[in-house]
């Protein structure tokens, strides 16, 4: 199975934990291209609620896993079968 197969397969857009995750590596990846303050995005991917582990050598698979879980999600959000985090969160 691919790895974004099991992270597919393993993310839940019900669960607060999974969409909180979700959401903050969308502020991760807001902030990789600063070069002043570099961020180690693995241990963000690798801190995810599912408990994956993505291994350094597939450090590049992030970028088409993050896209998928994404899509997923809006899905999810607009079929109203997701949590979605009130503006207070």
């Keep these: 199975m691919s790895n ?3 992270f597919l397969k393993a993310f839940d857009p019900k669960n607060k934990d999974h969409v909180l995750w979700l959401s903050k ?3 991760v990846a ?4 600063d070069v002043e303050r570099p961020v180690d995005y693995m241990s963000h991917v690798n801190s995810n609620p599912m408990k994956l582990v993505l291994d350094t050598r597939d450090s590049l698979d992030w970028p088409h896993i993050h896209f998928v879980l994404s899509a997923s999600y809006a899905k999810a959000v607009l079929r ?3 949590f ?3 503006q207070t969160v």
């Design 4 to 6: 974004t197969a099991k």
């Design 25 to 27: 590596m969308c502020d």
């Design 30 to 33: 807001e902030t990789m291209s």
């Design 80 to 82: 109203s079968n997701a």
């Design 84 to 86: 979605i985090p009130s």
